[in-house]
């Protein structure tokens, strides 16, 4: 079924809320005996266009992507106090797995797939290169689904 919704059967990111990016990105790379990557903090309202819940945000993030797996990607997320999907999670359930990403071709209509079968957007927004959106997918799935267009 997630095949004929989103067109696509393979994770490529696994998301995890934490509240020291640095730390635990230390931590991650010592235990799997990889380099730290670069941490990075994600663009303001005007670039990202985010929207929570349907209303605009200046939420922003610092993310580190560990790309050291030859199968999956693993993404460390340390949200500011602005309101998200992320410091949401925080706030509710600590640190911990935040979201399993697919890559999606036309974001919208897989959306609107979603959509149908119940599973609605909770957070969206534009990056360098590409687009997001959060599925509130939670209820149905156990976790939330991110979908990730790369122009």
Same mark, same amino acid.
């Given at each position: 079924?997630a095949?004929?919704?989103?067109? &696509?059967?393979?994770?490529? /990111?696994?998301?995890?809320i934490?509240k020291?990016? +640095?730390?635990?990105?230390?931590?991650?790379? +010592?235990?799997? %005996?990889?380099?730290?990557?670069?941490?990075? !903090?994600? +663009?303001?309202? @005007?670039? &990202?266009?985010? +929207?929570?819940? %349907? /209303?605009?945000?200046?939420?922003?993030? =610092?993310?580190?992507?560990?790309?050291?797996?030859?199968?999956?990607?693993?993404?460390?997320?340390q *949200?500011? $106090?602005n *309101?998200?999907?992320?410091?949401e999670?925080?706030?509710?359930?600590? $640190?911990?797995?935040?979201? #399993?990403?697919?890559?999606? =071709? @036309?974001?919208?209509?897989?959306?609107?797939?979603?959509?149908?079968?119940? #599973?609605?957007?909770? /957070?969206? %927004?534009?990056? &360098? %290169?590409?687009?997001?959106?959060?599925? @509130?997918? &939670?209820?149905?799935?156990?976790?939330?689904?991110?979908?990730? !267009? @790369?122009?």
């Amino acid at each position: 079924m997630a095949n004929e919704i989103l067109g &696509t059967d393979v994770v490529v /990111q696994i998301g995890i809320i934490v509240k020291d990016i +640095e730390k635990t990105a230390k931590e991650f790379a +010592e235990f799997f %005996g990889v380099d730290v990557p670069q941490i990075i !903090e994600t +663009e303001e309202y @005007n670039k &990202t266009h985010t +929207e929570y819940k %349907g /209303q605009p945000t200046k939420a922003r993030a =610092k993310l580190a992507f560990f790309k050291n797996f030859k199968n999956i990607e693993v993404e460390l997320i340390q *949200p500011d $106090e602005n *309101p998200s999907t992320w410091r949401e999670f925080l706030d509710k359930h600590g $640190e911990g797995i935040h979201h #399993i990403g697919v890559f999606v =071709k @036309n974001i919208d209509q897989k959306i609107e797939n979603l959509k149908k079968v119940g #599973i609605d957007v909770v /957070q969206k %927004g534009d990056y &360098t %290169g590409g687009r997001y959106a959060y599925m @509130n997918s &939670t209820e149905k799935l156990k976790f939330i689904l991110e979908l990730l !267009e @790369n122009y």
